[in-house]
């Protein structure tokens, strides 16, 4: 469940980043965008690159969210796995869908 969290943490904060930018309705797509890698070094702006990653690691939280519901016994650590599965499996979908 910890590897699935630690995972979950950047994807996370990469999409509140972008929600938050893209709420300036004074700039243009391109210039969100802009502004959005402004925040990462040189050597990985790129928009599809940085997408990929944040892809497979949310897909990766998910499948390890998911394995820890299954061997937990129930209870809080159950919940938990089964929360962040879902919230990993959203943000995979979402950065899928972000990669078309």
Same mark, same amino acid.
């Given at each position: 469940?910890?590897i &699935?969290?630690?995972l979950l943490i950047l994807?996370l904060?990469?999409l509140?980043l972008w =929600?938050s930018?893209?709420?300036?309705?004074?700039?243009t797509y391109?210039e969100?965008v802009q502004?959005l890698m &402004?925040?990462?070094?040189? &050597?990985?702006?790129?928009?599809?690159?940085?997408?990929?990653?944040?892809?497979? =690691?949310s897909?990766? &939280?998910?499948?390890?969210?998911?394995?820890g519901?299954?061997?937990s016994?129930g209870?809080?650590?159950g919940?938990?796995?089964l929360?962040?599965?879902t919230?990993?499996?959203?943000?995979a979908f979402?950065?899928l869908i972000s990669?078309?």
């Amino acid at each position: 469940m910890r590897i &699935s969290l630690l995972l979950l943490i950047l994807p996370l904060l990469y999409l509140l980043l972008w =929600m938050s930018i893209q709420g300036n309705e004074s700039l243009t797509y391109f210039e969100q965008v802009q502004q959005l890698m &402004s925040y990462f070094p040189e &050597s990985i702006r790129n928009p599809f690159g940085i997408t990929l990653a944040f892809f497979g =690691m949310s897909t990766v &939280s998910a499948v390890f969210g998911f394995y820890g519901y299954l061997k937990s016994e129930g209870g809080y650590s159950g919940i938990m796995s089964l929360v962040i599965f879902t919230v990993a499996a959203l943000l995979a979908f979402w950065f899928l869908i972000s990669l078309f």
